[in-house]
C-alpha cells in the first residue's frame, strides 16, 4: 500500500521568503510523485511530478522539487514566495502500474505580507 | 490547456434523494476518475473507469454509487440515496493513456446533503 505524509497542516512564510512544503511517501515499488495545488475555490492543479527522470523537477509558477530515494522524500520549494502562491498544497504518489492517486492531507500556504 | 468541465458546481439535495455528477473528459483521454474531498480531510480516490467498465474501486464506492458514460462524452456518478455523509467535493479526473500521463482534475461539484 502506498502513502503520503505531508508535515505542517499549515504553513506561513514572509512574501519573498523560501517556502517549503515537506512531503514523505511510502511505496512499495518505484513511485510516481505528484504536487497538486488547490486555490481558494477551485479544482486540482497539477504544479509538477516526477516520472524517474530527473530527479530535480521544475513546474510551473517558479516551484520545483527534488525526489530524494534514500530519505522517501519529494519535498517543494520555492526561492520567493509571492501573494498568489497562497493555497492548499497536496503531494499525492502512484504506482507505475496502478492508475490511482493517494493524496497527502494537504498544506496550507499562507503568505504574510 | 485542456480542461475538464464539471456540472454542476454546487448542488444542495434531501437525504435519500439520488444525484447525478457530470463531468465532460478532455477529448482524447481514454481514462477516467472520480476522487471526492470532504471538507477540511484528504482527496480520496473513488474509481476509475476505462473501455466501459470500472477498473478499480475503493471501499467508500458502495453499491449507492455507480458510473457510466452513457453517451460516449459525458461521463457520470451517480449516488443513489444521498446521506449526509456524502456531502463533499467531488472532483471528475481523465488521463490520456496509463503509464506516465498526467491526471487532470476539473473544478469539482460541491455535494451538500441536508
Known amino acids: 500500500a502506498q502513502s503520503v505524509t505531508q508535515l505542517g497542516s499549515h504553513v506561513s512564510v514572509s512574501e519573498g521568503a523560501l517556502v517549503l512544503l515537506r512531503c514523505n511517501y511510502s511505496?512499495?515499488?518505484?513511485?510516481?510523485l505528484f504536487w497538486y495545488v488547490q486555490y481558494p475555490n477551485q479544482g486540482l492543479q497539477l504544479l509538477l511530478k516526477y516520472t524517474s527522470a530527473a530527479t530535480l523537477v521544475k513546474g510551473i509558477n517558479g516551484f520545483e522539487a527534488e525526489f530524494k530515494k534514500s530519505e522517501t522524500s519529494f519535498h517543494l520549494t520555492k526561492p520567493s514566495a509571492h501573494m498568489s502562491d497562497a493555497a492548499e498544497y497536496f503531494c499525492a504518489v502512484s504506482d507505475r502500474g496502478n492508475e490511482k492517486l493517494t493524496f497527502g492531507t494537504g498544506t496550507r500556504l499562507t503568505i504574510i505580507p | 490547456e485542456p480542461e475538464v468541465t464539471q456540472t454542476p458546481s454546487h448542488q444542495v439535495t434531501q437525504m435519500g434523494q439520488e444525484v447525478i455528477l457530470r463531468c465532460v473528459p478532455i477529448?482524447?483521454?481514454?481514462?477516467f476518475y472520480w476522487y471526492r474531498q470532504i471538507l477540511g480531510q484528504k482527496v480520496e480516490f473513488l474509481v476509475s473507469?476505462?473501455?466501459?467498465?470500472?477498473?478499480?474501486k475503493s471501499e467508500i464506492f458502495d453499491d449507492q454509487f455507480s458510473v457510466e458514460r452513457p453517451d460516449g462524452s459525458n461521463f457520470t456518478l451517480k449516488i443513489r440515496s444521498t446521506k449526509l455523509e456524502d456531502s463533499a467535493m467531488y472532483f471528475c479526473?481523465?488521463?490520456?493513456?496509463?503509464?506516465?500521463?498526467?491526471?487532470?482534475f476539473g473544478e469539482g461539484s460541491w455535494l451538500t446533503v441536508v
Open positions: 473507469f476505462y473501455n466501459n467498465e470500472i477498473s478499480e
Open positions: 479526473a481523465t488521463r490520456q493513456a496509463l503509464s506516465g500521463n498526467t491526471i487532470y
Open positions: 511505496s512499495s515499488v518505484p513511485p510516481y
Open positions: 477529448s482524447n483521454h481514454l481514462y
